[in-house]
């Protein structure tokens, strides 16, 4: 071919695949031939490089260790549709999780296509699975006061950590803080009774007065670290994520109240909605990258669009 003689096995078990990549050698755009093994390794590197988040890290890092079990002597350019979606058919996950993933496998075939290791993206092919949304419950005021007397009676076992999961409650609740930005917060992070903050998941500012009763039970927990609220600032803070959801586990058996961390960060958004702020606003106050977000979990609270929906059918009464 081209004065080159080649004796080598392409690598591909699918009859159509390795045709193709003769195909593209005989019209003279011989594309590198890149082991998947090696392209997962670069994925990850250039993610690192891109500074993404150590949770987001970990995910790629998940996904590219099964690619590579799956289909260990495969080269990119012979991955195809069906491949995929064998690869899919193996997944034990529930619908949200396995959409997520597919999110993550489009992503990497995109680099593959964009380094020019493959023409295509076979992961586009693949259909995302049906997912149905559970709706936006955030606690009931009846059941906010559940949990605060629920705090006062919570085991003071280390000392203080009664006082440190009342804090962590109202932190919640008038924040909106993911429960990671909660058990992370810097004592530096509040200045003059206000919040400021880059939220890990999406690196976006967040700004947020708090009231006094929030302030107060800041104050009065006992220091565990010179520099954070609820960590010590050794270890893993997923591990300190894990400890504070057992807690808020507990403090809900307590209360008799159904509920986990996000149900706070509903609350708050919830509430400014239902008191008229208007959805941009919100969505800046939670941190979300895009106000399509905070549609799609909040929409139904926007107190104006209900309004506006209230008049419409009166309207046929008349």
């Not at 139904?300 to 506006?308: G, N």
Request: aromatic share 8%; charged share 30%.
């Amino acid at each position: 071919m081209h004065g080159e003689y080649i004796r080598k096995s392409l690598e591909v078990r699918n009859w159509e695949s390795a045709q193709k990549l003769v195909r593209d050698w005989e019209a003279g755009e011989k594309r590198r031939t890149l082991p998947l093994r090696e392209a997962c390794e670069r994925f990850c590197r250039d993610a690192v490089a891109r500074g993404l988040g150590a949770a987001q890290l970990g995910k790629y890092k998940l996904l590219t260790e099964e690619l590579k079990r799956w289909f260990p002597e495969r080269v990119v350019a012979g991955m195809s549709v069906e491949d995929l979606r064998a690869y899919r058919e193996s997944w034990d996950v529930a619908p949200v999780t396995a959409s997520k993933k597919l999110e993550r496998l489009r992503t990497f075939f995109r680099f593959c296509m964009e380094s020019g290791w493959i023409e295509s993206n076979p992961a586009r092919l693949l259909k995302p699975p049906k997912v149905k949304m559970k709706p936006t419950l955030p606690f009931t005021d009846g059941e906010m006061e559940k949990l605060l007397w629920a705090c006062e009676v919570y085991p003071d076992r280390p000392k203080g950590r009664r006082a440190q999961v009342k804090a962590f409650v109202l932190l919640l609740r008038y924040s909106g803080l993911r429960i990671r930005d909660a058990v992370t917060l810097r004592r530096q992070s509040i200045l003059e009774g206000k919040l400021l903050l880059d939220t890990a998941k999406t690196g976006t500012s967040v700004y947020i007065p708090l009231p006094d009763v929030v302030l107060e039970a800041l104050r009065s927990i006992q220091k565990v670290d010179l520099n954070h609220f609820f960590w010590s600032g050794h270890g893993n803070a997923k591990s300190a994520v894990a400890d504070w959801q057992r807690s808020l586990k507990r403090l809900c058996g307590l209360a008799g109240v159904k509920g986990h961390a996000h149900c706070f960060r509903d609350t708050f958004s919830v509430d400014l909605l239902q008191k008229g702020v208007s959805l941009e606003n919100v969505s800046v106050l939670l941190g979300h990258q895009s106000i399509r977000v905070t549609q799609k979990h909040y929409a139904p609270w926007v107190k104006s669009r209900q309004e506006s929906l209230e008049r419409e059918v009166k309207k046929t009464w008349e």
